[in-house]
């Protein structure tokens, strides 16, 4: 299993055993709510959902903070040609919402977009109604790419992170008491992209 760990979270590869709980989180209408699939999504659904991700294109993680399961957060369909890949997170656990656990998370499958897939953009979209990730977003240094009045597409390449979230990253460090540093830790598979494996040896 593939595990990034930076400041209070460790982000663990998605595996079958884990889709249930994803489900039970993604149903919740406060999340359902906010995303541009609102159906109910069954046990079926869940399954041939995660047969269709678990592949080395893209990396759906469980966000872990501090040795609980709290939400998933992801970088999905990459491309290699055009070096982007598309983002998105949710925090499942309510009592969870308001902690610096997103951010932390965000901020570690980030640093492993650019610094170790080596990809150029992160793409996002979301509800235009949806102020609060707009903002969360920009936070990021994330820029609008276009938008109607359904959705809006974000886009955030290596330098305007890096710059969006300086002091932000030192700010985390000292609430985690730690470097501040993202590792990887696992063995190589054939889910992941090479450029990974090399990392895991």
């Not at 979301?126 to 820029?143: M, P, Q, R, S």
């Amino acid at each position: 299993m593939l595990i990034l760990s930076q400041y209070d979270i460790s982000l663990q590869r998605l595996t079958l055993s884990d889709i249930e709980l994803v489900r039970s989180w993604r149903n919740q209408d406060r999340i359902r709510n906010q995303m541009f699939h609102t159906d109910l999504i069954s046990e079926k659904d869940q399954e041939l959902w995660f047969n269709s991700i678990n592949n080395p294109l893209n990396y759906y993680f469980l966000i872990v903070f501090k040795s609980r399961k709290i939400g998933l957060i992801h970088a999905k369909n990459i491309d290699l040609q055009l070096a982007y890949g598309e983002g998105g997170i949710f925090i499942g656990e309510v009592a969870d919402e308001n902690s610096w656990a997103a951010t932390m998370a965000s901020i570690c499958l980030l640093s492993f977009v650019f610094e170790k897939l080596s990809l150029k953009s992160s793409i996002i979209k979301v509800k235009t109604n949806n102020l609060n990730a707009i903002k969360y977003n920009e936070l990021l240094g994330y820029k609008e790419l276009n938008a109607d009045e359904s959705c809006t597409v974000m886009s955030l390449d290596k330098k305007s992170f890096n710059r969006a979230t300086s002091k932000l990253k030192s700010t985390l460090a000292k609430i985690a008491g730690t470097d501040g540093k993202m590792t990887l830790s696992g063995t190589p598979s054939d889910l992941n992209l090479p450029e990974i494996n090399k990392l895991l040896k």
